[in-house]
């Protein structure tokens, strides 16, 4: 079965400039997630999709931050405009179903976003 | 609010021996789930073991294994005979039960398996 893909691997931006990351889950999956994992922590949930609607975005920055999952199934994370802060990984991850915690997330290979 | 913590940033081990990372967590729930991840440089997060609160039972998966002390909120993993491809970032993770399958993950501690 094919993993879940992310583009791009790298991304470098400057300060106030736009940028966005895309998501396609494993097939069949529900549930998509994207994380923020800044250097030397682990990652922090950033919103949660069942299918195409948001299930938890409260730890999304939505003066700075949107996400989409358009039909449920690939989605798309933006940053307009990006601070330096914004420097991380990103990480989309899905499940088979939310809320089953026998149902591992599988993740991607992330998106690491540079900042000047 | 649930916290978890790593105490170790970074452990060192030879080939074939055996290393163990610690892992505290801070919670009022009575069910929920803890897990290990595994990342590697490539950067792609790997689930190595995941263990269910109801269950006294320490999980094992090959040569990973958990030592769960529900009472200490302890869940520590150990590794053993280490191999060169087990060096990575671990991290440990809690999922509340009713948390539409939110993780929150610790800080993470390096692994090195040195030859």
């Known amino acids: 079965e094919a993993g879940v893909a992310q583009s791009p691997r790298y991304k470098i931006i400057e300060k106030r400039q736009s940028v966005a990351f895309w998501c396609n889950p494993i097939?069949?999956?529900?549930?998509l997630y994207w994380y923020q994992q800044i250097l030397g922590q682990g990652p922090k949930l950033l919103i949660q999709?069942?299918?195409?609607?948001?299930?938890?975005d409260s730890q999304l920055p939505k003066d700075r931050f949107s996400a989409e999952r358009l039909k449920g199934v690939d989605s798309t994370l933006k940053i307009q405009p990006a601070k330096l802060e914004d420097s991380a990984v990103y990480l989309c991850?899905?499940?088979?179903?939310?809320?089953?915690?026998?149902?591992?997330?599988?993740f991607g290979d992330g998106t690491r976003l540079s900042i000047l | 609010a649930q916290t978890v913590t790593q105490s170790q940033p970074e452990m060192s081990v030879q080939e074939a021996e055996t290393v163990t990372l610690s892992c505290t967590y801070d919670t009022s729930e009575n069910n929920y789930y803890l897990f290990w991840y595994k990342q590697p440089p490539s950067r792609q997060m790997i689930l190595v073991i995941r263990?269910?609160?109801?269950?006294?039972q320490n999980a094992t998966e090959n040569r990973f294994s958990v030592n769960f002390q529900k009472a200490a909120k302890s869940f520590s993993l150990k590794i053993s005979d280490s191999q060169l491809g087990d060096t990575a970032m671990y991290f440990c993770?809690?999922?509340?039960?009713?948390?539409?399958?939110?993780?929150?993950f610790g800080a993470g501690t390096q692994v090195v398996v040195t030859p």
């Open positions: 263990q269910e609160a109801y269950k006294q």
């Open positions: 993770a809690f999922m509340k039960v009713d948390s539409w399958g939110k993780l929150q």
């Open positions: 999709f069942q299918n195409n609607g948001v299930v938890d």
């Open positions: 991850a899905s499940s088979l179903n939310v809320g089953v915690g026998n149902q591992p997330q599988h």
């Open positions: 097939s069949g999956h529900a549930t």
